[in-house]
């Protein structure tokens, strides 16, 4: 199924032949409004089962999306006042884990979603009912939309357009039956720049006199971010959806990504960076050498002034990626605007020279604005970065599931060990879990396949009081010995 849908998304044999029109467009926007009942659904309740998928977490750069099953999902649209909301209930899809995305989940994890549009609402939220094809026929006929003819692959669209808020435009496929088979945009991500945001329909089924959608895929970064089969419609029930009491808070990383950068000495010329995902910043003889960015440009270029104030009048030369997941490798832009060479796995390279040379126009960062190019270095089982005074031991974490082409750094001089989500600490009140997370067991087996003598582990996702992770507390945390 998930090949057959890729294979779909492929853009083949466009043939254009029409010019843009506005005057065609609204008569196209409400022939399409009367055959799938636009005026007639005002609101909806749908239940679906499916998939939904960890975006910028696959295991390594050529595989999709990690999976997690759906096992109950419902959702409820007020068209009308413009309002969503999404409940359902995730577990673990990949057995054994392998990949991103808190992997492994343990059980049933609730994950709710509101959005009640205003004034104030990012336009990236907004088009989660925008994006629905009531809602896309809606929107077009409130702007300023224009139509062309298009045949893709032998079949016949009339393809509607206008420009969201902001400025990228919003096309919807609209098919000889008047039904909305496809609505594409492009919204902004830190790693992947202007990503394309993809939403596919099909098997349309009469509820109510309106015609609904039985199969809905959502697609980003090229892979499917939701897969869904609806099982029951109930169209214009009633829907009250109001705000989250206190109306929630940012995400971590999100949060973490707007601190402050902060920062510690770990030895003579050796400095941790906090205030958001750990760094290590280093004073080699003639530059500086950074290990991981963070999650966003914004945490890159914090994480790199503050190497710089720290280590004056210095280049930065080199900065290590960990790892190719989207919340290790967003900030890797501030890098390329600085003129550094990423070193990374060798799995990584052409992933990420690919990834950060893709336009980044509609929230251009500096390496966009400046015109520079990714500069990306391989690496295999093992690099040394020595300048005479400090030593940087780069290692490749082998039979580690959360990604196959993870990296290390390893200080012998500092005994530190920077580590990428083998193990996140948590609170010191928390309970281990039982059976022990696979990631964290592969991380001790090879902390002592390569015999490294740690006496401080820096995890990237640092814990919540910011302590110092000792190899004691690994090992508590894991419950027993890890295989030798």
């Given at each position: 199924m998930q090949k057959t849908?890729?294979?779909?998304?492929?853009?083949?044999?466009?043939?254009v032949v029409g010019r843009p029109s506005a005057q065609d467009a609204s008569a196209v926007v409400a022939s399409a409004s009367q055959a799938i009942g636009v005026s007639t659904l005002k609101t909806v309740q749908y239940s679906a089962t499916g998939l939904d998928f960890a975006l910028g977490q696959a295991p390594n750069p050529g595989s999709p999306w990690p999976k997690f099953i759906n096992k109950s999902y419902a959702r409820?649209?007020?068209?009308e006042g413009r309002a969503s909301r999404v409940e359902r209930v995730r577990m673990q899809g990949e057995n054994p884990p392998h990949g991103g995305g808190q992997q492994p989940i343990v059980g049933e994890q609730p994950v709710n979603q509101t959005i009640i549009v205003n004034a104030e609402t990012p336009w990236v939220q907004q088009l989660e009912i925008v994006m629905?094809?009531?809602?896309?026929?809606?929107?077009?006929?409130?702007?300023?939309?224009?139509?062309?003819?298009?045949?893709?692959?032998?079949?016949?669209?009339?393809?509607?357009?206008?420009?969201?808020?902001?400025?990228?435009?919003?096309?919807?496929?609209?098919?000889?039956?008047?039904?909305?088979?496809?609505?594409?945009t492009w919204i902004d991500n830190p790693f992947f720049g202007d990503m394309a945001f993809?939403?596919?329909?099909?098997?349309?089924?009469?509820?109510?006199?309106?015609?609904?959608?039985m199969h809905i895929v959502q697609n980003q970064g090229g892979y499917p971010i939701f897969e869904l089969t609806v099982t029951d419609v109930k169209p214009n029930a009633p829907v009250t959806i109001q705000a989250p009491q206190g109306r929630g808070g940012a995400?971590?990383?999100?949060?973490?990504?707007?601190?402050?950068?902060?920062s510690e000495p770990l030895g003579d010329g050796v400095y941790l960076i906090t205030g958001g995902y750990a760094a290590i910043a280093i004073d080699m003889k003639d530059h500086i050498l950074i290990l991981e960015t963070g999650q966003s440009e914004a945490r890159g270029q914090a994480v790199i002034a503050e190497a710089k104030r720290l280590i004056a009048n210095k280049p930065v030369k080199y900065v290590v990626n960990t790892h190719s997941h989207?919340?290790?490798?967003?900030?890797?832009?501030?890098a390329v605007s600085e003129g550094a060479t990423i070193l990374t796995h060798q799995i990584n390279k052409p992933y990420l020279e690919k990834i950060l040379a893709t336009p980044h126009t509609l929230v251009p960062d500096k390496?966009?604005?400046?015109?520079?190019?990714?500069?990306?270095?391989?690496?295999?089982?093992k690099k040394v970065l020595t300048d005479g005074v400090h030593t940087v031991e780069l290692h490749h974490l082998q039979n580690f599931g959360h990604h196959d082409a993870m990296l290390i750094a390893y200080l012998p001089k500092e005994k530190v060990l920077l580590e990428a989500d083998g193990y996140n600490p948590q609170a010191t009140t928390a309970t281990p879990p039982s059976p022990a997370s696979p990631y964290t067991l592969s991380l001790l087996?090879?902390?002592r396949r390569l015999k490294l003598d740690v006496q401080r582990i820096v995890p990237v996702h640092l814990p919540p009081d910011n302590r110092a992770i000792t190899m004691a507390e690994l090992t508590k945390w894991v419950g027993r010995p890890a295989t030798q």
């Open positions: 849908l890729l294979a779909g998304l492929a853009v083949v044999a466009v043939l409820s649209i007020d068209f629905m094809p009531h809602g896309f026929l809606r929107a077009a006929a409130a702007k300023s939309a224009t139509v062309e003819a298009k045949t893709i692959g032998g079949k016949k669209y009339s393809v509607v357009s206008f420009t969201g808020d902001n400025k990228a435009k919003v096309n919807g496929y609209i098919n000889d039956r008047n039904l909305v088979e496809r609505v594409e993809v939403a596919l329909y099909s098997d349309y089924k009469d509820v109510g006199g309106a015609q609904f959608p995400a971590p990383a999100a949060a973490a990504a707007n601190t402050a950068a902060m989207v919340d290790h490798s967003s900030g890797l832009r501030a390496a966009q604005q400046n015109g520079k190019k990714p500069i990306v270095e391989a690496v295999g089982e087996d090879n902390i």
